[in-house]
């Protein structure tokens, strides 16, 4: 006969019908003769039941349906990890970066700069002429690189 510690520790396995035949059997008689075991299994059965009828099920994302599809699949197939096709460092980077959000981060970048260092820089001490700046020979220049 089982002692109520070992009852305690076989508890959950017996509520799911994981033991052998004879464990079960000496399991159902501790329990018939015990009666702290048998309200502790009751209060076990009593709190399962209250979550299968009480708790909804949540639905699996269809993402997560097909990674695990394809690794049973895999595992048939006997493809392993290694033979998978690897992705490349842009498709790697677009998971973490939006092409929205990146260029929004470029544009704002591009405006504190301008505004911190351009011709018009809040830094600047001198007055703000083409002399100061160069803004004619810059002009010309870059409309000879255009020619």
Known sequence: MLA???CERYLEAFLDQELGVKESLDMQAHLRECPACMELAEAERACRRFVREH???VPLPDA???KMIRRAMDGVTGRTAAAQPRTTWWEWL???IRPKDFALGMASAAAVLLVLFGPFSL???GDHTAENFHADKFL???SMAYR
């Open 64 to 66: 997560v349906k097909l």
């Open 4 to 6: 109520c510690q070992d």
């Open 140 to 142: 010309q220049e870059a």
């Open 94 to 96: 677009g998971t973490w």
């Open 55 to 57: 708790v909804s099920e």
């Open 123 to 125: 830094w600047s001490k």
